[in-house]
């Protein structure tokens, strides 16, 4: 950030300072400097000369103050302007002049795409903006056929409650609801999908689309699957150990019971997590020779996030969960929407893991807290960043923040990019089962899911889980205009998409290409792929080097009783 100094109250000053005055001098004062002349001329010089230097210096700092200013504008209408390329590239409404979430497009130079090719060779590159994405066209024009006009803006119903948002979104954008699964153009379910609907004679024809893919229970539903998928791909996760793998518990003795330099494992709590879908976790405190002491079993044993950020002047625990939505698996295209701030229900003590008080607030994502009204927007919390780090006096700022060799302005900035970066590790890490057209039976579909994410005094962000559980309870206003922006963006994006598919496949028509999408939204483009993998092309936080970043951390705090 650039500091200008006001030049109104510069100049008013250096006026007020160019004649000399004798107001507010004694007569006796007066009469005694007369009979000193040359003391008078002494002074008078030297008053001379002080001027003559505060007039000069005076000078200097408005020419550079005005230079500066100068800079500053031309440098921020060289932003703007970038801006507005970029958004007519994307071809926005108005050739960029009223973009949705302007300073979110903005914030999106500062960073960039990861291009990876698996085909024949393996390759990765970064691209500089999203807007050098090739197009991406639909492999499979038989999957959108013969769409009956009358059923253009139909949807069929088998959810329950959790669904009536959507809904509301669905009729505010014209929708009409059918009671025959056959008129459907867009089926909602609860959970999980028809097998029926899946087979070969399935009742479904190519035009509709479900909103569950078959493959979102192998992976949301079992933390083992899911954990085997990303272990080699994210950088957000926590050290975690499968306490069923041999080598992981060999891993794990040595981190524990055999590492001399760190000593902080001496101090480390730990989660347990089963395997079983619904199993609750345990915290598990500090302890010596803690490998012995846990039998093999089906879990993951994960590293707890010490030194979390607190919420409020309480310190309070949260967790911050953000959406990505998976429009299309033919490409498959994947977009990152804000989601909202989850708070503990008392306390948060490092250190102390006694009661199961404790324990509920340590393991944000359970207890009883779970579904408390809680629950804060993303506007709070990037108030609540910018109260932790710039109103601290004892924690500096992270070092990203105070470089001037990237655009990365504010905390909250720097906070989502890494949660981006990370649903995007996750995403690349499924692309190739959970969201291949192959997994999925052929037939395409889209999906919303959610990950959740906890942030340490240093601004690091850390991965906690990714899941299919996207329910919002209408309980505080920012969930109800969550819900709203987030669910009309994403029907907007559906219609987009699936007109562009039904264009396709009419008979003779050109290819058309999914990308760039066109509709305003507040969702951002995450990570896109062809079907068969060979292209893919992922958001990447090139200006944040994570490794480089957890090197110094401290240790957790002591174990204390209550």
Known sequence: ????????????????????????????????????????????????????????????????????????TAADSSAASEVRRIASLWKWPGGGKNIPGEATVAASLSSSWLAITTGGSSSAHT?????TIPPFYQEDIAL??????????????????????????????????????EKGRLILTFATINPEWLAEDSPLESWQRYAHLPTTYSWAHDVSAFYELVKDRSTYL???????????????????????KDTGVKTHP????????????????????????????????????????????????????????????????????????????????????????????????????????????????????????YNTRRRRRPKILRSSKNNIDTPMQHVRNQMKEAVAQVVHALSPTAFSMEDNHDRDGWELFAADFVIDEDLDVWLISAHDDIALHEDVYSNLELGHDMYTGMIRILEEVWTKQEQAAKDGAAPVPILPLETPSKFELLYVSDVD?????????AEYDRRKSLRKKKECAKVRKN
């Open 1 to 72: 950030m650039l500091f200008v100094p006001r030049l109104s109250q510069r100049s008013n000053g250096s006026s007020s300072t160019t004649t000399p005055t004798t107001m507010g001098l004694s007569s006796a004062r007066a009469t005694t400097t007369a009979t000193m002349p040359n003391f008078v001329s002494a002074v008078c010089l030297m008053r001379a000369a002080m001027l003559l230097f505060m007039g000069a210096f005076g000078g200097i700092v408005m020419y550079a103050t005005i230079r500066r200013t100068h800079c500053s």
């Open 127 to 131: 691209v500089d903006e999203s807007s």
């Open 144 to 181: 959108f056929e013969d769409l009956p006009p009358e059923y253009s803006k139909t949807f069929y119903n088998e959810c329950g409650k959790n669904c009536h948002p959507f809904i509301r979104a669905l009729r505010s954008l014209g929708w009409q609801k059918v009671n025959s699964l």
């Open 238 to 260: 926590p050290a975690t150990y499968r306490l069923d793998d041999e080598e992981d518990r060999e891993l794990l003795d040595k981190t524990l019971n055999h590492s001399k």
């Open 270 to 389: 730990w989660v347990l997590q089963p395997y079983e879908d619904g199993a609750r976790p345990t915290l598990v405190p500090p302890k010596p020779k803690l490998s012995k002491d846990l039998p093999e079993q089906g879990a993951l044993l994960s590293k707890y996030v010490c030194h979390s950020m607190g919420w409020g002047p309480s310190k309070q625990k949260f967790d911050v969960r953000v959406f990505f939505f998976v429009v299309t698996l033919d490409p498959l295209v994947v977009v990152y929407h804000d989601g909202h701030v989850q708070t503990s229900s008392g306390p948060y003590r490092e250190g102390s893991y006694d009661s199961d008080t404790d324990e509920d607030v340590h393991l944000m994502n359970y207890g009883e807290f779970k579904h408390d009204s809680s629950k804060h927007s993303f506007d709070a919390l990037e108030e609540m960043l910018n109260a932790n780090i």
């Open 533 to 541: 993998k060979n292209r893919n092309y992922m958001y990447n936080y």
